[in-house]
């Protein structure tokens, strides 16, 4: 009797050694997911600033330049400390931003919500992942929806010249005949942990 208690108290001992260490990775990553979140959003303002100034000042064609050059230098500027953010997207304008396979099926879960009535704005994903060599990464994921400042050059009716700086730009491009409030990408945020 003594033995089959001991055990008892042994696997209930387990158990709660096993909550409470997943109580704490469940707070790390919510506060991960904060952090992440406010990251997000800042950059979000910041581009936005730079391509309303850019169309104010030379029209929709100046925005092409602020995404291709500027966009890079913004996410560089939130890049710290083991941070790194960027964007991406189902229909790609910019083949270096093509998503790797989580950030592709959380495009793909993004668009499935939206499709079944969820606010784009929050939309957001995020998780651990373990690394090879032990550690994890922390991945978010914020939707980006198409705004108007995004339908110069991303909507249906783009301008002569937008096309032909488009073609000049982006051979390829993919990422036009957006409407408001379509999934444009998202904001893709990694942080490697110890």
Known sequence: MRVMLAAILLVLIGFVIVAVGYAAEQAALRQEAQSARQISQNFARTLKSQLVAAIKAEGPEGAIPVCQYIAPAIAKQYSADGIQIGRTALKLRNPANAPDAWERSVLEGFSTAMKKGADPQTLERFAFFPNQGGG???????????????????????????????????????????????????????????
């Open 136 to 194: 994890k990464t922390f991945r978010y994921m914020k939707a980006i929806p198409v705004g108007q400042t995004c339908l110069a050059c991303h909507g249906s009716n783009l301008s002569p010249a937008v096309k032909q700086a488009l073609a000049e730009k982006y051979p390829d491009d993919q990422a036009v005949g957006f409407a408001p409030g379509e999934l444009h990408g998202a904001f893709t945020i990694s942080r490697k942990m110890l």
